[in-house]
């Protein structure tokens, strides 16, 4: 899409662009976070955003453990464990409300946090809103229309916007769309929806009410395709509800009655309170490009989810932790181009995939009146008895990214678990007191050894800025070391994102893969942070 110039009068001049190193459209949770997430590599960003204030009513309110290790990397945990409430997992029930499986989820998972966390998505926004206005980097521009994006074949991207002033330009670097479903930032780079054939509308109703309500501090999913439904709790007092009902059919009071009985039962005058009550298609898409030049599609501008696992947030803030350590390597470090090349390629295979999984849970859910609804309810009943199942599930919804330039294919000489996985985040001790491993870790790159490492090991390290940290006493009750050794490496090269990129296998002298990942993470300016060893004390590193 270009400038929409016939939105300006004959003869009038455009007015002299601005600059900023990257332009975010949309102040949503995506966009926020990769805000901040660029700002901590010391990237300036300017976010663009047609509302004024968050928007009040709630929407996303599941998180999972990575997610919140994102959040902690962006610098709002501590904030946002004061509005999330742990979630035990999730529960299968049949129409006549009989568990028939249940997925736990532990109070601690591999990175540090609960695997299932509610919220109310208008807190969320407010805790990374405030953490946006302490940050100088940020810039939050609200009440603004993004009128086009256009790229001059240069690098450079002009986009333009109309706020109270009139008509306004900016010059970037490189745009983000964080812009939502109705992308213009989509349409700007030509891409196209794929559907993944799932559509289906849903009445979605949020309370606040101090009654008694059945709950066990999880999800339910109702698998009854006749009044399929799913319920859970949010906060102290806040609930939700989703129904899939017929068009037309918006309960009134007392059908809200009759839905809701099985968890409450909702008396004349009782406090009650209906903050939502909203009709929604629950659509299962996926943009058919992520990227044209430095213009970026995140969130649900490049991805719909049926949200029957909890991923749609998720996913999104998982691709602003992906590609914005990658974009500041390139504009801070003039790292190679290609480099940006591997965001698609990483997160697109990977919210492909959680979407077929949400989509199969829809299915299981609401799979319909024909003669093999009942076939399929069978095998569902019969599936969630297999012993192991409810864990494969969990461990699911994180498969390891694809081989690439930045993730070696796992062979069979060594670390074969690890290639492409996040490593774990254990509390460890430093400099006498307990934090998690990502703060002694810092932003940027790193290397977790069991083993003294080479020289040749350590120019490596040297070269990417990467900490280097010994895992024994690390007070992690060999954690790390553990995991080392089930992955039969010893040390691993981290990712700025915690993902593995390379391993050097037990009994090794070097990372198996070198040559792969080097040229596109070279650097034509040194590092601002050189390797460090157990012995520096932790800080937060702002070298990309």
């Known amino acids: 899409m270009t400038v929409d110039q016939a939105a300006r009068p004959q003869g009038t001049a455009m007015p002299r662009p601005g600059h900023a190193p990257v332009v975010i459209i949309g102040a949503g949770p995506v966009g926020v976070t990769a805000a901040l997430l660029l700002a901590r590599r010391g990237v300036r960003t300017v976010v663009l955003e047609r509302h004024r204030d968050v928007y009040p009513l709630p929407r996303a309110v599941a998180t999972d453990d990575e ?70 980097e940020c810039e939050l521009r609200g009440g603004v229309e993004v009128a086009g994006v256009e790229q001059d074949g240069h690098g450079r991207v ?65 698998c009854d395709p006749r009044r399929p439904a799913t319920f859970m709790r949010i906060g102290e007092d806040r609930y939700r509800w989703e129904f899939r009902l017929p068009e037309g059919s918006e309960p009134d009071h007392e059908r809200l009655r009759e839905l809701i009985a099985p968890w ?6 009782a406090d009650f309170e209906v903050v939502r009550k909203a009709r929604y298609t ?44 990658k974009l500041a390597r390139v504009l801070r470090q003039g790292a190679d181009e290609r480099l940006l090349e591997t965001y698609e390629s990483e997160r697109r295979p990977h919210a492909r995939h959680v979407i077929r999984l949400a989509v199969a849970m829809g299915w299981a859910m609401t799979g319909g009146q024909d003669g093999a609804a009942a076939v399929r309810r069978g095998l569902l009943g019969a599936a969630v008895r297999i012993p192991g199942l409810s864990t494969a599930v969990a461990r699911d919804l994180g498969p390891a990214l694809a081989a690439g330039p930045l993730v070696r294919r796992r062979t069979l000489d060594g670390g074969s678990g690890l290639m492409g996985r996040f490593c774990p985040q254990p509390w460890v001790s430093a ?14 790159f790193a290397v977790l050894t069991a083993v003294p490492l080479s020289p040749s090991l350590r120019a490596v390290a040297d070269g990417l800025g990467a900490r280097i940290l010994p895992v024994s006493g690390l007070g992690d009750d060999g954690h790390l070391a553990d995991w080392l050794g089930r992955g039969r490496a010893d040390a691993a090269l981290l990712r700025p994102d915690r993902v593995v990129m390379d391993v050097v296998p037990a009994g090794g002298r070097d990372f198996t893969g070198t040559a792969d990942w080097a040229s596109l993470l070279h650097t034509t300016r040194s590092p601002s942070l050189s390797q460090r060893t157990a012995e520096t004390s932790p800080s937060r590193s702002t070298t990309p």
């Open 264 to 269: 409450v039962d909702l008396r004349p005058g």
């Open 158 to 222: 002009l986009v333009s916007y109309r706020d109270d002033a009139g008509r306004q330009l900016l010059r970037a670097d490189a745009v983000l769309g964080c812009d939502g479903a109705n992308s213009l930032t989509r349409d700007a780079i030509g891409a196209a929806w794929e559907d993944l054939r799932f559509e289906e509308d849903w009445t979605v109703i949020d309370v606040r009410t101090s009654l008694p309500v059945r709950s066990w501090e999880g999800v339910d999913q109702v």
């Open 282 to 325: 629950f659509r299962a898409r996926i943009a058919d490009r992520w990227r044209r030049g430095r213009v970026f599609l995140l969130g649900d501008a490049a991805h719909l989810t049926p949200p029957f696992i909890g991923q749609g947030l998720c996913a999104g803030l998982r691709d602003a932790h992906n590609l914005s350590w």
């Open 67 to 136: 997610v919140r290790r994102i959040l902690q990397a962006a610098g709002v945990q501590e904030e946002f464990a004061a509005i999330a409430r742990p979630a035990r997992g999730l529960r299968l029930l049949d129409a006549r409300h009989r568990v028939m499986a249940r997925f736990p989820r532990a109070a601690q998972g591999a990175h540090g946090f609960p695997q299932t966390s509610m919220f109310d998505q208008p807190q969320l926004e407010r805790v990374l809103r405030d953490a946006l206005a302490r940050t100088p």
């Open 431 to 444: 400099d006498g007191r307990r934090a998690r491993l990502d703060e002694l870790l810092g932003d940027s």
